[in-house]
């Protein structure tokens, strides 16, 4: 079985497993979904969902998040952290889609990098989640350690492991397999102590068993 037939096979069991997998952010627009993924920059997505209900209630529009206080908006989201840099590129980015693009969100990854606070992770999320496009892969933090752990690619780059799993994978399945592997590493393959013994493809998996603090069960 060579690697892309065990990628393959290990997506097959993930999708057994997480049939449901989805983005757990929580947005009623194009332009809530950019501003959510902007913020949850590490941190958590618990703690994004939170904050946001605040801040799109006082600033519902991306006019509205423009022509925001700063200072307003750093007290709305210093939950988040790093705050100060989030509450620059959040509202930059509403007064880039103002001046630039009619006030609505870019549906390009050309037109989406311009924004302040974006790179491939916001813009792949978002297109696949806004506007149904397989661009990319967005990789976080668990997609970035299961790509490891399952041999998928040996790159520190995350640009350059994304163009791994997108080497693996076939287009269609690009957008989905994002949640299914963030789904996997909350539920089993945790970062410090995988439950390597409760694992569906341990079996698979050349780190199984190795990893230091593996578990067998929860």
């Known amino acids: 079985m060579d690697l892309k037939q065990r990628a393959a096979a290990v997506d097959a069991r993930l999708k057994e497993l997480y049939p449901r997998a989805a983005i757990a952010l929580g947005y009623e627009s194009d332009f809530q979904l950019l501003v959510a993924v902007i913020l949850s920059a590490q941190t958590t997505d618990v703690g994004v969902n939170k904050v ?3 801040l799109f209630a006082r ?5 509205a998040l423009a022509g925001a206080d700063p200072t307003e908006v750093e007290d709305i989201v210093r939950p988040t952290g790093f705050f100060r840099n989030k509450t620059k590129n959040i509202v930059g980015a509403a007064q880039r889609i103002v001046a630039e693009f009619g006030g609505r969100v870019p549906d390009t990854m050309e037109d989406l990098l311009t924004l302040p606070g974006v790179a491939r992770k916001t813009a792949n999320i978002v297109l696949y989640n806004a506007f149904g496009k397989a661009e990319g892969i967005a990789v976080d933090t668990h997609v970035f350690r299961l790509a490891h752990r399952l041999g998928y690619s040996e790159h520190q780059d995350t640009d350059k492991v994304e163009r ?9 399945e690009w957008g989905a397999l994002t949640y299914r592997l963030i789904e996997h590493g909350r539920a089993i393959c945790d970062a410090k102590r995988p439950i390597c013994g409760q694992c569906a493809v341990a079996e698979l998996c050349p780190s199984a068993y190795t990893v230091k603090g593996w578990r067998e069960q929860a």
Do not use: K
């Open 59 to 63: 600033f519902p529009t991306p006019e």
């Open 164 to 172: 791994d799993l997108m080497a693996l994978f076939p287009r269609e």
């Open 52 to 54: 946001t209900p605040i």
